[in-house]
Structures are given as structure tokens and as C-alpha cells.
């Protein structure tokens, strides 16, 4: 079946420290990727999202790039702050369905520190 | 622009008391919609979809059930609760199948 895997958080960093988390796949067809965002007390928000491979998603200064060969969909940011304190999420939908089942990683805690 | 509301935002409920959770949509007709469940520490788990008035479809086997009583209408039901159906239910709808759009959330502890 479908499966995404996440680096184990917590993360702590400092602030304007370099941001990565790590995120694997397996899928039994052609995913799309995304990254969503919860912050405490919220629900999720798309982040950022590819759909085929070498696409790269970016917003808010995060960016991920669609990596088929090594099936991977790496969040990174330059500079964090602590208004990124929050648990980053990567998902992927298959296609062949007209719903979309999202397949969620574990989700991965960031804190940042002033 | 598209909103998407869930109440409550908070529940305290008894073991073997029924639930009633209730998700809209505004803005949008014809939404896919969806009911996920994010257990204390875990991931996402999708536990019912719906592509129409009526249709509901069931991903996990469980003590929940859902219906669709109006287009943008989605309502997550259970006649007796069990400790283990804790945790933050999140309502999302979509209309583009790969972009997914999340409610607020409704966090049930079932004591």
C-alpha cells in the first residue's frame, strides 16, 4: 500500500537556523506530493505541494522539490522563525480515484526558539 | 471564497454516550468531502469520504458512521462511545482531487 515516512521529531531550532525535514515515500502509483502545516489548537493548512517529478512547491519560504528517483519530498526553509513553531505533515494522493485519499506521514513537532 | 466550519470546537463526552459532529461547507457546490482522525501522537487517519448527497464510503471499520444529508453537509455520528475514539476529528472538502482543504477541528475526549 501507499506509506509516507517523516523524520522523528521534535525539532528545536533557533531562530533564522536552517530548517530541514526529511520525507520518504512508497505508492503503488503516480503520487502527488503536498506538505501541510498545524499549527497548535488548528487545523491543517496546504503549504506547499508538487504533482509531478522535479516540480519544486514553495511558499512562505519553504520549498520541497519532487525527487521520483529517490522518492522523496524534503520540506526545507533558509531562515525559521518562531511564528513556524507548528507540526508539518507530508502527504501524498494517488490517482485512479475521483476522491483523493490523502496518506499522511506521523507529522513531524518544530519548535523555535528566539 | 470557500469556508469550511466544524462544531463543536471542543467535546468532554461519557463512554457509551452518542456523538454528533457536525461539518459545512460555504462557497462551493458539489464538494468531495471528508472526516479524518488524528489520534494523540499519530498521523491522520481518514475515516469516511463522500462524493455526493448519500454516498458515504468507509475507509477504516470502526464505531463511527457518517452521513450526507445536503450538498455541503457532513455529520460524524456514533451511538456509544469507547475511550479509543478520542483525539481531533478535522472535516475537509475538496473540489480539485489533490487539494484538500481542512476545517478548524473538533477535539473529543471521551472519559
Known amino acids: 500500500g501507499d506509506s509516507v515516512t517523516q523524520m522523528e521529531g521534535p525539532v528545536t531550532l533557533s531562530e533564522e537556523a536552517f530548517l530541514t525535514i526529511n520525507c520518504t515515500y512508497t505508492?503503488?502509483?503516480?503520487?502527488?506530493l503536498f506538505w501541510y502545516v498545524q499549527y497548535p489548537g488548528e487545523g491543517l493548512q496546504l503549504l506547499l505541494k508538487a504533482t509531478k517529478a522535479d516540480d519544486k512547491g514553495s511558499n512562505k519560504g519553504f520549498e520541497a522539490t519532487y525527487r521520483k528517483e529517490t522518492t522523496s519530498f524534503h520540506l526545507e526553509k533558509g531562515s525559521v522563525q518562531v511564528s513556524d513553531s507548528a507540526v508539518y505533515f507530508c502527504?501524498?494522493?494517488?490517482?485512479?480515484?475521483?476522491?483523493?485519499?490523502?496518506?499522511f506521514g506521523q507529522g513531524t513537532i518544530l519548535t523555535v526558539h528566539p | 471564497s470557500q469556508t469550511i466550519h466544524q462544531w463543536p470546537a471542543t467535546l468532554v463526552q461519557p463512554v457509551g454516550s452518542p456523538l454528533s459532529l457536525e461539518c459545512t461547507v460555504e462557497?462551493?457546490?458539489?464538494?468531495?468531502l471528508y472526516w479524518y482522525r488524528q489520534a494523540a501522537g499519530r498521523g491522520l487517519q481518514l475515516l469516511f469520504y463522500?462524493?455526493?448527497?448519500?454516498?458515504i464510503s468507509s475507509e477504516v471499520p470502526q464505531n463511527l458512521s457518517a452521513s450526507r444529508p445536503q450538498d455541503r453537509q457532513f455529520i460524524l455520528s456514533s451511538k456509544k462511545l469507547l475511550l479509543s475514539d478520542s483525539g481531533f476529528y478535522l472535516c475537509?472538502?475538496?473540489?480539485?482531487?489533490?487539494?484538500?482543504?481542512f476545517g478548524p477541528g473538533t477535539r473529543l475526549t471521551v472519559t
Open positions: 475537509a472538502w475538496s473540489v480539485i482531487r489533490y487539494e484538500q482543504y
Open positions: 505508492a503503488t502509483g503516480y503520487p502527488s
Open positions: 463522500s462524493v455526493g448527497i448519500g454516498q
Open positions: 462557497g462551493t457546490s458539489n464538494p468531495n
Open positions: 502527504a501524498l494522493i494517488v490517482g485512479g480515484t475521483s476522491y483523493g485519499k490523502l496518506t
